[in-house]
């Protein structure tokens, strides 16, 4: 089947909402606490993805993978959220069905965040992701992308390592 990949419309919030607590509850797993992903619920996911397709413009963007009509992951990016000097955009989520890993659509959702953000005028990108998460960091690595730091994430009642990712040149991304 042929993946989509496309600008985000208010029509898609279930189906991200699903999307999102379907990846996290598989990708997660033995990450976060098992208690803290079966209390996940795309119904409890909804209200926040709804604020988030109705803030879009000039600042946030998501696109969605779809195939067969069905949301199979998406990728939502900003400006960078913390004044990095260096790093100016920011992939804030990049989030695939377990069945659809593997098959080319997360360097898709990639190259497609990294080109919107260099048409919005930057040059640079970083995202966060679970220090432990390591087939993650790997995709991550394989895009080209290089470790800069690491800070704490509160995910429930633990606190997590992060660490982000950079990409000096969006271009190269973009290319690869």
Known sequence: M???????????TEGIARAHVESWQ????GIVSADFLAAMSAGS?????????SSLGERRFVFVAEEAGRI??????MDERENDPRYTGEVGG???????????T???????????????????MLLWVLKDNLPARKFYEALGGKILREKPISIGD???PEISFGWDNLINLIKE
Do not use: C
């Open 94 to 104: 990049l989030y695939l069905l377990e069945e659809a890993q593997r098959q080319g």
């Open 45 to 53: 996911r909804v209200t926040k993805w709804q604020e988030t397709l």
């Open 26 to 29: 598989t990708t997660y797993k």
């Open 158 to 160: 633990q606190t997590l």
């Open 72 to 77: 199979i992951g998406f990728v939502n990016g």
């Open 106 to 124: 997360g360097r898709k959702l990639m190259q497609t965040a990294a080109r919107e953000l260099a048409q919005r005028g930057h040059t640079s």
């Open 2 to 12: 042929t993946v989509i990949i496309r600008k985000a419309a208010p029509s898609d």
